[in-house]
């Protein structure tokens, strides 16, 4: 049984009542409930794909912040072969929410950074549940000054709420650190993509993301702030969070239209959590599709990232 979102309540009702009868068959009672189960997965896929076929903005976010949606160390080890991890930032110490390192894609070399959330309490807790600290970000500069001095193409695996806010985190320089980032990604001659795997939240998700092209999962979210914290800021009234979520603009297909992302990967009808190796390797292909048109281009990619984020809004 999977995990249920509030709005997958007659997926839910469905599936627990296949579960029973698989149960009833396997006890060796003698009832031939074959057609049943039949008949009932087959209304089961028919709810889910009328349920995900009109997800709200709202329902976009619960389902990119699903706990078992696969995360950035899910897609390393499906993806990456050689994978050498990099740790500290030679100033204060280590970030677990991000990972990086060098690793081969398909055979290839390059640079691979990313948030990851941590998928049980332990993990999530190592990891700081994504949220990033500013030594985090200085590795990440410092990864990518590797691979820039290196000449290897850099992936960003893109999934946190936002950057971590506590004390500790503004007085080692958490601003500053993210701005440093961004301009990181700004300045580099190698080509680069980053892709929103779940949550792309705020500078946070900016500071490893500003690249030659952007994509988003299809039930990704990419946005400036948080829905509860636009709600909270906005109109005092984080019961609001709906409301902002629709205006805020936050889903892939709203940021395609916007021009903000080149491209978005399909997800399996019920999201990526109930199919993660076909998202997993839909990704894969992207990526291979996008580093193809890097190695045949003659771009100055610097100058391109520089182009693409002045252009942003101007057409409006």
Known sequence: MYNYLDFEKPVQDLEGKILELKKLADGGEAVDVADEISRLEKRSTEALREVYKALTPWQKVQVARHPDRPHCLDYVRTLFTDFTPLAGDRKYGEDAAIVGGFARFRGEPVAVIGQEKGSDTKSRL?????????????????????????KVPMISLVDTAGAYPGIGAEERGQAEAIARSTSACLGLRIPTMAIVIGEGGSGGAIAIATANRVYMLEHAIYSVISPEGAASILWRDTTRSKDAAINMKI??????????IDGIVAEPVGGAHRAPETVMNATGDLIARTLGDFAQSNADFREHRRDKYLAMGRSL
Do not use: C, W
């Open 251 to 260: 889903t892939a297909q709203d940021l395609l239209d916007l021009k903000i």
């Open 126 to 150: 190592k990891h700081n549940f994504g949220s990033v600290r500013p030594e985090g970000y200085r590795k990440a500069v410092r990864i990518m000054e590797l691979a820039d001095r290196f």
